[in-house]
């Protein structure tokens, strides 16, 4: 299979796990553009060569694209870029035209510009470190009395941040027009960070009203289209650690755990079903009363039980805490030797979503792969250790700043715990691509 995957941005999670996860499958090749195109946290990707890059492709069998990279720069660039929405159409109209004369498959999802409630303008406009608050609490009441609030943003401000939500949402009616039109095989509009009220709330309802598709979550929403785009069902048994609280809502999502799990599921083109007639099983170790999330300090009641096993192939979503993994459950799981026939693969980042998708996505292609690579497989899962456990849940807390020195003194233990564990050896380097302690880039030499 032929795939063509255009990501969000270059973070470690949206460039390099699509690659480590196509991998697995020695038959599946991924085609990606060069790195340096794509975006961060403060440059737009350089949209003319990527449409270069999409018009020069071979013949694909399929193509998962990010509309906002081809539209705006990135995800975080379409909160910040300050083109006119007839700049974006003429834009997005030569992206149709080259998709039109692909002949290939088209996975497309485009955001619902998200409203972060802080003041902290790191991903969004300038203006965000002093209104972020008070746009929120403008948006959040808009919504639920359908009435302006008084409000003290000054009125400039306000009318730019309107005029750049209305842009997003009138280009996001543009593509729902294309899928009636048949242009995608499927189209996800993505929502991340949902309060129970908000103007993104508002609009998502309204594209639903339209026949649009949308989807809680973001930067694993390619992911689960690229499981979609593997030909063949794969049968999957969500197994909860704590069923009586399946029904309890993650951090930064709108809906139930258990619902976040099926959404996941069925959007990875997967079939939920019980225990005796799953292909894979899907362990999920879920929260009792509040997700936590060690970065900030929200706790939490570690896992108390005994991890058994499964007796048939199973992944594990550590969603107990946000952010990171469970500490007292990996301990479990490392205190036993795996059967590595039977492992598809650990997840536990960002949010519940996020660890879901990608985990899905590895575990299917596992599941379907025509050339096995189980030494790409260990690496994939030798990342994920590394990223999830070892680093968000315990190495990032000891850090003051990026420092690839500091990070890599602090994670050799756990280097040789991971290594025992997945039976491999592990010599990486350590970084930091975004200059910040959220993300971590680690590579294996």
């Not at 998502?204 to 979550?217: D, H, I, N």
């Not at 694993?220 to 969500?238: D, N, Q």
């Amino acid at each position: 299979m032929r795939l063509g995957f255009l990501p969000i941005d270059n973070r470690p999670v949206c460039y390099t796990l699509p690659e480590q996860i196509a991998g697995i499958d020695g038959s599946l090749e991924i085609f990606m553009p060069p790195r340096e195109m794509l975006g961060d946290l403060t440059k737009y990707a350089d949209v003319e060569k990527i449409f270069e890059w999409l018009e020069q492709l071979p013949k694909m069998d399929a193509i998962v694209i990010s509309l906002d990279t081809a539209a705006y720069g990135g995800l975080i660039s379409s909160r910040r870029c300050p083109e006119t929405f007839e700049e974006i159409r003429c834009r997005i109209e030569k992206l149709k035209r080259i998709l039109a004369k692909k002949n290939a498959r088209v996975y497309a999802f485009s955001s619902i510009m998200r409203i972060s409630n802080n003041n902290i303008n790191e991903e969004e406009k300038e203006y965000w470190n002093v209104w972020g608050k008070e746009i929120f609490n403008y948006s959040y009441i808009t919504h639920k009395t359908g009435e302006n609030p008084e409000n003290s943003i000054p009125e400039e401000i306000l009318t730019d941040y309107l005029n750049t939500r209305k842009r997003n949402f009138e280009i996001n009616k543009i593509y729902l027009e294309w899928q009636k039109e048949g242009l995608f095989d499927t189209l996800v509009f993505s929502k991340d960070d949902c309060a129970e009220y908000g103007l993104n709330v508002l609009e998502a309802s309204e594209l639903e009203k339209l026949g649009g598709f949308v989807k809680t979550g973001a930067d694993e929403i390619p992911l689960t289209l690229m499981a979609r785009a593997f030909s063949g069902e794969v049968k999957i048994a969500p197994v909860f650690s704590n069923p009586e609280c399946k029904h309890l809502i993650s951090n930064y999502e709108d809906v139930s755990i258990e619902q976040s799990v099926n959404g996941q599921i069925e959007l990875a083109g997967c079939k939920v079903c019980g225990e005796n007639e799953a292909d894979i099983i899907l362990y999920v170790n879920n929260f009792e009363n509040s997700q936590g999330e060690i970065v900030m300090k929200r706790d939490t009641k570690p896992f108390g039980g005994i991890w058994h096993e499964p007796q048939k192939p199973y992944m594990i979503a550590d969603v107990r805490f946000a952010n990171g993994a469970d500490n007292a459950f990996v301990k479990q799981i490392f205190q036993r030797s795996i059967n590595e026939k039977n492992f598809y693969g650990y997840s536990a980042w960002n949010t519940s979503a996020n660890t879901l998708g990608s985990l899905i996505c590895a575990a299917k292609c596992k599941f379907l792969a025509e050339e096995f690579n189980l030494n790409a497989f260990k690496r994939l899962e030798t990342v994920r250790f590394l990223d999830d456990w070892a680093y968000q849940a315990n190495v990032r807390q000891k850090l003051l700043r990026p420092d690839n020195e500091e990070i890599k003194q602090l994670m050799k233990p756990f280097e040789e715990e991971i290594a025992k564990f997945l039976n491999t050896e592990i010599l990486t380097t350590y970084s930091f691509p975004w200059n910040r302690l959220f993300e971590v880039e680690v590579e294996l030499i």
